[in-house]
């Protein structure tokens, strides 16, 4: 059976670099860092003091006064890049009222949750006691609330639930709103990650697993994926958000086809809770199975936007996965959006996605900074400037703690 074509149609963000599409891809053209020393909250005794943190965040236009002030960050994360997303999409509310709701649904995936909201219940209730404790507190602690309140504002009734895989939870998302689609649950999709972990009891927990790096000297240099010096990943934050429809739906109402989704696989290394295999098997069958999802060769991949954290273990575990699949490395381009912006965890696949689509749009590539001395054993075409680039198919991984694989493959949208 012909699957179904699926269309992206609108993209949201928001990160380090703002909440608009294009000012965020250009600041990945230009090579800027997003990684900055933290001044939000006390950690001058942490063994890693910065982070792709978001200053100046401001959610007016899309959620309520009242609402923006008591809910989690990362549930407003997702309800600007969502909304974003639905407007970049030419949805407004005279072209939403007349979408067959039932059909529309919303899947962001969260891989920690509210976790600002969990860490101050958790201070309220041990200095002022239970009575002190929010009624918000497990509403906004839940990873599938951020959807749930999106659906509400939008009354999209079709598919709604939270995915959370770690940092594979937004290709996760992304596989299973295609899957929906495809199956004819749903004409359209809003789907990707949101993360806000970028406070003192997640900082303090990725700094005991030793997972970060520790350049507080140089916070700009830290993230520097493939790089022989590299030390640990950097925290970062934000929501990365599609509109996926049927062609067939996007067609009918005239929507902008910004790129076409081909397939997608997914995998587990059932290995260790934290590394990566080193031989690259569980990865490996990822991306056989996105190909064969996608109905492609290998050899039709031009372009990798790799998970690529900047950790001793995980680069290189992924490059010897690849080239597993990919026996000519040096014939395709790879980049690592993290070296900018750092790690966003679950919202780490929806940005990556957003990049990716922007390089099939824009015919540009964006850099990888900090690869100062690469791995001798990178081989892969890895620019440090932008470049020049025009995209065939494209490949985007994400990976996450206790083994999950995610891949999705873009391309551009021909008729």
Partial sequence: MKKKRIVITGMGVVS?????VDDFYQNLLNGTSGISTLTEFPCEDFPTRFAGVIRG???EGYLDKKQARRVDNYIAYAMVAGKKAIE?????EEAL???DKSKCGVLIGSGMGGMGIFSEGVQTLLEKGQRKVTPFFVPYILTNMAGALLAMDVGFMGPNYSISTACATANNSIIAAAEHI???DADLMVTGGTEAAIIRMGMAGFSACKALSQRNDEPTRASRPWDVDRDGFVMGEGAGVLVMESLEHALARGAPILAEYLGGGVSCDAYHMTEPRADG???ALCIQNALKDAGIEADEINYINAHAT???LGDMAEVNALKRIFTHPEKI???ATKSMIGHLLGAAGGVEAIATIKAILTNQIHPTINLENPEPLLNFDVPTTAKEFVVKKALSNSFGFGGHNASIIFSPYFP
Avoid: I, Y
């Fill in 182 to 184: 495809r199956r004819g």
């Fill in 333 to 335: 381009t790879m980049n």
């Fill in 57 to 59: 965040f401001d959610p």
């Fill in 281 to 283: 098997e569980g990865v």
């Fill in 97 to 99: 009222n007349k979408l």
């Fill in 88 to 92: 970049h999409a030419h949805l407004n």
């Fill in 310 to 312: 900047s950790t001793p």
């Fill in 16 to 20: 380090c670099f703002g909440n608009d």
